[in-house]
Structures are given as C-alpha cells and as structure tokens.
C-alpha cells in the first residue's frame, strides 16, 4: 500500500519561507505524479501545485505562483515544496498527494489522486 509521508510544517511570519516534504513508499512504478493541497478551517480544499515525473514539469496554482516551486529530493520518491514569501493567507493544513502511472498535470486536482499525506499544518503570522 502506497503511504506518504510530510514533514516541515510549523509557524512562520509573512514574508518568510518553509520548506514541506513529502516521501513516499510501496510502490514500483516509474512515473507518478505528486501534488501539493491546502485546506484552511471552513474553506475549499485547494490545489496548489502538482508534478509529473512523465514529463518532468511542475506547475503551480495562481495563489501561489513565483512563491512556491516543487523541487526533487535526494531519492526519486521525495519531493519537496518550498514556500516563501509566505502570508497570512498561506495559513492551512498542507498535504500532499500522489498517484503513479504516466499522468500530465496542470494544476492539482484532487481527484486525480488515491493516496494522501497526514497532513501539516502550516501558520503564518505576523
């Protein structure tokens, strides 16, 4: 079974930056594509970012885009989400997502995926 795991959320002031980490394990596939979500208290659920390790791009929602980039880890099955420039509206749980097979993303979208990170949570202040 597919799990991942997230780490590196905490609190952070606006203007600064956080780094998330996702990993994941049980599967054996080549490609996969991984996603990042956010979902604050009583709001949407929402896709931030997704990359395609099928044509080896990433791409960001409007929210976050020139903020946040997904850049590869160490070990082909972690990725990476940097976040800077953070604001108060960045504040949510953050959880990344993931399928293999040989997808195209554009901007994530949650149906795209059957396994999820635990989730972290990720508060910006003042």
């Known amino acids: 079974e597919v799990q991942l795991v997230e780490s590196g959320g905490g609190l952070v002031q606006a203007g600064g930056s956080l780094n998330l980490s996702c990993a994941a394990s049980?599967?054996?596939?080549?490609?996969?594509?991984m996603a990042w979500f956010r979902q604050a208290p009583g709001k949407e659920r929402e896709g931030i970012g997704c990359?395609?390790?099928?044509?080896?791009?990433?791409y960001y929602a409007d929210s976050v885009m020139g903020r946040f980039t997904i850049a590869s880890g160490n070990a082909k099955n972690t990725q990476y989400l940097q976040m800077n420039r953070l604001k108060h509206e960045d504040t949510a749980v953050y959880y990344c997502?993931?399928?293999?097979?040989?997808?195209?993303?554009?901007?994530?979208?949650?149906?795209?995926?059957?396994?999820w990170g635990q989730g972290t949570q990720v508060t910006v202040s003042s």
């Open positions: 049980g599967f054996s596939v080549e490609d996969y594509i």
């Open positions: 997502a993931f399928r293999p097979g040989q997808f195209f993303c554009v901007v994530a979208d949650g149906r795209l995926y059957n396994s």
């Open positions: 990359f395609s390790t099928f044509d080896g791009k990433a």
